[in-house]
């Protein structure tokens, strides 16, 4: 112990020393860097409109798969049986804020032809850019309007080009993306075209937007029959075994062991292929900042 205070000690004095003569070592931290996969699951969830970390989202999402697994354990009699039950209600938070995205964001790229109209008509009342997108923060669509709700502050405090570019950050959406550049472009020019290349740009987003919405439209069947066929058998094993007798009996031997193993590596298999063949690819966000990048 002696031996590790002198070192201490010494080594305390040595850098007093360095620091008053100014021969202090230039250490170097290496700054951080966000992996491409956390600034990908950081967009996710602010496209999902939902305030939590990602460390706190998943913590949340374990605490409610233990606490179905005790519920279900209590309720069936065995851990196996309840197992793959939990692990579904474990991943319920993801499905929420998944569907909560794809909502909110089809919810701004309706509202934008509208939008864009308000703007057109605002020009052509004689308002400025700047005034116009005012306009839309109080009067637009509603998905609109909560997201330029700080653009007429914004804009007083930055200028119109730094606060359209904060709004676009927040919305992350690559159909806003477009938009807010073509704004961008037209506060920059300014002049008689800015009308025309608006009146463009509605016509080309609503043309992107029945296009979503027939895709929308035909893959939601298929989406809904195979969650179906993943979840129904498990809720039936529950209520089977939710009281004692036969099934439950089975379900705790050996064989019945064997059994859930086995339906539980096919479900596995099954949602695997079901996510991969009916996912929806995101657009990328050509327009974003490089760290949102997808």
Known sequence: MRVIAACLVGACCALVAATIMGTLPNLRIPSYRPSPRRARNRLWFQQAGAGLTPARFWAGSVAAGLLALLVLVALTGSIFVALVPAVAVGLFPRGYFARRRRLRM???????PDGLRDIVASISAGRSLTQAVN?????????LRDAFVRFPELARV?????ALELV???LADPTSDRVIEVLLLAHERGG???RRV???LIDATTRDLKLLDALETEGLEMRINSRAVVVLPWLVLVALTARAGPFRDFYRSSGGLVTLVVAACLTAVGMFFLGRLGRDEDEPRIF???????
């Open 135 to 143: 306009s839309l923060a109080a009067t637009g669509p509603p998905a």
């Open 158 to 162: 930055l200028g119109t080009g730094p």
């Open 168 to 170: 676009e950050e927040e």
């Open 192 to 194: 008689p075209i800015v």
């Open 288 to 294: 974003g900042s490089p760290s949102a990048a997808r």
């Open 106 to 112: 089809q919810q701004v790229q309706i509202a934008w």
């Open 198 to 200: 608006l009146e463009d």
